[in-house]
C-alpha cells in the first residue's frame, strides 16, 4: 500500500510547478522518436509470426469437415484484434521501452542529475517523465495498429504458403461478420497499457537508490511490475468494456 500511494503522489507530483509547453513540445517529440520508431521492428517481427502461429495453430484445432476453411482467418482476426496485438505487444514493449526508461531515470538519480534539475527550481518528475508518458500514449497505439496489420499479414503468408486456405478464403475469413468496436476496445487497452508501462517503469527509475546494482534491479522491478499491471488491466477493461 506503501508503495501504491507513493505511486499516486507521484504521478500527482508531474502537474506542479509545470515548464512552457514548447519544452514538453520537444521533449515528447524526442521521446516518439524513442519510443515509438525505434520499436517498429521489433513490433513488425513478432506480430508478423505472431499472426502465422496463430493461424496454423487454429487450423491444426479446426480439422472437423463441418467448419469451413474461411473460419481459421475468422478466428485469427479476433485473436489478433482483441488481445494479441496489443497485449503480447505490451508485453514486448515493457521489455524494450520500461527497461529503457527505469535504467535511465535510474542512471540520472544515482549520478545525481536529477538532484541537480531540483536545485535549479525544475520539476524533475515533470520535466522527465511527462514527456515520456505522453509519447507513450500517443505512439503506441499506432503500434498496435501495425502489429495488427502485420499480425494478419502474416496469417495471410502462412495460411496461403502451407496449403491451409486460399487468398479468397482468408481474405473473406476476416471480413466476414467483421465487428468495428473490437478495433475501438484493443486501442482503448494500448492507451491505457501505454500509460502504464510508461508510468510504472518512471516511477521504479525514478527512486532508484544506490548504485549501479540498483538500476539493474529498477529495471527488471520494472519490467516485471509493468507486465502484472497489463495483465490486470487487461482482465478489468474486457469485464467492463465487453459486457
Do not use: H
Not at 508501462?197 to 540498483?214: D, K
Amino acid at each position: 500500500m506503501k508503495a501504491i500511494g507513493a505511486y499516486f503522489i507521484f504521478l500527482g507530483s508531474m502537474f506542479v510547478r509545470r515548464e512552457t509547453f514548447s519544452s514538453y513540445l520537444k521533449l515528447t517529440i524526442n521521446e516518439c522518436i524513442s519510443i515509438g520508431w525505434n520499436s517498429i521492428l521489433i513490433v513488425a517481427i513478432t506480430s508478423t509470426f505472431m499472426g502465422a502461429v496463430t493461424t496454423v495453430q487454429t487450423a491444426y484445432n479446426l480439422v472437423s469437415p463441418l467448419i469451413q476453411n474461411y473460419v481459421v482467418a475468422q478466428v485469427t482476426r479476433e485473436m489478433v484484434v482483441l488481445e494479441l496485438a496489443p497485449t503480447i505487444t505490451a508485453i514486448v514493449i515493457a521489455g524494450k521501452v520500461g527497461s529503457s526508461i527505469a535504467s535511465g531515470l535510474g542512471t540520472m538519480r544515482i549520478t545525481e542529475q536529477i538532484d541537480a534539475l531540483e536545485v535549479m527550481g525544475i520539476n524533475s518528475a515533470s520535466y522527465l517523465v511527462l514527456p515520456k508518458i505522453v509519447a507513450a500514449m500517443i505512439m503506441y497505439p499506432l503500434l498496435v495498429i501495425i502489429a495488427g496489420f502485420l499480425s494478419l499479414y502474416g496469417g495471410y503468408i502462412a495460411g496461403t504458403m502451407t496449403g491451409i486456405l486460399t487468398e479468397t478464403e482468408y481474405v473473406y475469413g476476416i471480413r466476414i461478420d467483421f465487428n468495428s468496436y473490437t478495433v475501438q476496445f484493443a486501442l482503448i487497452k494500448s492507451v491505457v497499457f501505454a500509460f502504464l508501462i510508461a508510468s510504472i517503469s518512471a516511477f521504479q527509475g525514478f527512486y532508484t537508490t544506490g548504485g549501479a546494482l540498483e538500476v539493474g534491479r529498477s529495471s527488471t522491478s520494472a519490467v516485471t511490475k509493468s507486465c502484472i499491471a497489463i495483465l490486470l488491466a487487461d482482465y478489468i477493461l474486457a469485464e467492463l468494456l465487453l459486457n
